[in-house]
């Protein structure tokens, strides 16, 4: 059985991994990664499953053996076309098998790996992964693997590890404000999300954080006081009315929260989804440290009992709130893809890029936190998914 909660049971999320030229010019990089690719899924048998409803419609995966789709382009121009994937253009899908947005979640590959050649003797690989199998450590485990594979180890370093069997619903506990709120549909023209990307230089958040630990004497992280800031941007920037309320929503690994704890090598899904909820006038008109100050309640909130939450159907839902208010934050930096090597050194940039089966994400607006190409490493990149203003 695999995770059924809206918005990731059917999110397929993609990532771009970006390596410039080297002198191995006379290895052909997708013939290697597609070796790679066939050995490790020997220890992933789900990606190279197919998914299935059941009769209640929950998914599950079939491990048939059908293997996952291998995919090899060739652009007619070098790597510097792409520059540092700063912003969205049409072109980057072409970096990736991307699927109908109507396509039916069984007539998908739960894994597709796409590697691209360009002229200057640099590559892309762009990889598609089922969000109902894995979770981003999940994906940059199997990744790190990969790449193992890729340089001629026999198995990987890090012993994959399935047990979905050991996230066994409990009673319908909900302690999790996220689901507690009905949603009303946007108008059409929120639904247009426009990617783009900006930077926020180390010396900044440290500046930053220095001041608010001069004021509070507490630690604050750079996810808090970069979350804070965009939470209060974006809202002033959407002029949402200063009587409603507005939500931000951010997952967190809960694999040390498990009790007992899970074997490491688990790649399935195992993370909590935390909400702190303001009034958009106290958010605009309050100071920095208040905000930081919701955030780090809401992490606090997170504790066990939220693992109900992961494989069991969502409750009913007690309040109203417009698809406009929501965002949602992630934190890439940690999960690996920076780290992936296939025999060329880790990836010289690493980029997300937005593209579903179906627009069944709760969130319609967030921002990745990733970090920054191999030429600019100093701070925070920051993915930003928003509606036109």
């Not at 790679?36 to 998914?59: I, M, T, W």
């Not at 709120?181 to 108008?187: A, K, N, Q, V």
Request: aromatic share 10%.
């Amino acid at each position: 059985t695999l995770d059924n909660l809206p918005g990731v049971r059917e999110n397929i999320f993609n990532t771009l991994l970006v390596y410039n030229a080297s002198d191995r010019v006379s290895v052909d990089p997708a013939k290697v990664i597609r070796q790679a690719l066939s050995k490790v899924l020997v220890y992933y048998s789900p990606f190279a499953g197919r998914l299935r409803k059941k009769e209640n419609g929950d998914l599950e995966v079939e491990c048939t053996g059908e293997g996952a789709l291998f995919v090899e382009a060739m652009a007619d121009t070098d790597l510097s076309v792409l520059g540092d994937l700063d912003d969205y253009s049409p072109s980057l899908e072409q970096l990736l098998f991307c699927l109908p947005p109507d396509t039916d979640i069984e007539d998908i590959h739960p894994l597709v790996v796409q590697v691209t050649r360009f002229t200057c003797g640099g590559f892309v690989v762009g990889v598609s992964f089922c969000h109902g199998i894995c979770d981003g450590l999940g994906a940059g485990q199997f990744l790190i693997a990969m790449g193992e594979m890729a340089r001629g180890e026999i198995k990987p370093s890090s012993e994959p590890i399935w047990k979905r069997e050991l996230l066994k619903p409990e009673d319908p506990l909900y302690r999790f404000q996220y689901y507690h709120f009905r949603l009303i549909r946007p108008p059409s023209t929120f639904g247009k999300i426009v990617q783009g990307s900006f930077v926020i230089t180390s010396e900044t958040i440290n500046c930053i954080k220095q001041c608010l630990r001069e004021e509070s004497k507490e630690f604050c992280s750079a996810f808090e006081v970069v979350s804070a800031l965009a939470w209060i941007a974006r809202t002033r920037a959407l002029q949402i009315p200063h009587s409603e309320n507005v939500k931000l929503i951010f997952a967190m690994d809960m694999r040390k929260l498990f009790n007992p704890p899970l074997s490491k090598g688990y790649y399935g899904n195992f993370v909590g989804t935390v909400c702190a909820m303001d009034n958009v006038k106290d958010l605009l008109s309050g100071s920095l440290l208040r905000v930081v100050r919701i955030i780090k309640k809401a992490k606090v909130s997170l504790n066990e009992h939220f693992t109900s939450t992961i494989v069991t159907p969502r409750s009913g839902s007690d309040e109203s709130i417009n698809y406009e208010n929501i965002v949602g934050f992630g934190d890439r930096r940690r999960l690996g893809f920076d780290e992936v090597d296939f025999g060329w050194g880790h990836a010289d940039n690493v980029s997300l890029v937005q593209h579903g089966l179906k627009d069944v994400s709760v969130v319609q607006s967030y921002f990745l936190f990733i970090r920054p190409p191999k030429n600019n490493p100093d701070g925070i990149k920051i993915l930003s998914f928003m509606p036109p203003l």
